[in-house]
């Protein structure tokens, strides 16, 4: 960030009065600009004891493998950005089912929490950001060709899960090593 959006003058980087971490801070009126982790709103859709996954038509990491998911938008709850996402990028209808984890990404400023979904009926289809879209059985998962890390391990996990007939809630933070 360069300049204010209140005011249009440059930013400096200072420690403000009362806080301990370095802040985008504007020379002129003063605003504080905070940059927080954005919110990736995920869903491992269900059905019939397999998981759509979206062949990715979009970089970073285009004609790989994952899970419906996406930043979430102002105005919509993690659940609401979650079936979005799925309906945007598989053209599935689901109803989310429960959390299944938090994964946090401190090195890249992002959460994710991903949600179990069960689809409404077996219809999909490639949205514009997927090359194509799919049902896979554990045995199918493409996992040498899943797009990131985070989602390997969100799948790694709900995989234990169902097979284990164990289903809780994941807690985690992953470092850039994954």
């Known amino acids: 960030m360069n300049y204010c959006s209140q005011c249009g003058a440059p930013l400096i980087q200072k420690i403000p009065p009362g806080d ?5 801070v504007c020379g002129q009126c003063e605003a504080i600009h905070y940059h927080n982790p954005k919110i990736v ?3 491992i859709p269900e059905w019939a ?3 759509l996954l979206c062949r990715r038509a979009i970089e970073p990491r285009r004609g790989l493998w994952t899970i419906p998911a ?8 993690t659940e609401e950005a979650a079936i979005r996402e799925t309906k945007e990028e598989a053209q599935a209808d689901v109803e989310i089912t429960a959390l299944h984890a938090v994964l946090s990404l401190p090195h890249i400023g992002q ?3 991903v949600f179990r979904g069960r689809m409404r009926s077996p219809t999909y289809e490639a949205g514009t950001e997927s090359l194509e879209v799919g049902l896979f059985s554990f045995s199918s998962i493409p996992w040498e ?3 990131f890390p985070v989602v390997r ?4 996990r709900y995989v234990i899960d169902v097979t284990t007939g164990r289903s809780q809630l994941h807690l985690a933070t992953l ?4």
Not at 20 to 24: A, C, I, M, Q, V
Not at 175 to 178: N, Q, V
């Open 111 to 113: 959460v994710y929490l």
């Open 20 to 24: 301990n971490l370095l802040r985008h």
């Open 145 to 147: 060709q899943i797009a």
């Open 175 to 178: 470092s850039d090593r994954l």
């Open 70 to 77: 996406g930043f979430m938008e102002l105005g919509e709850s």
């Open 49 to 51: 004891g397999q998981i």
């Open 153 to 156: 391990e969100a799948l790694r």
């Open 41 to 43: 709103a995920g869903c």
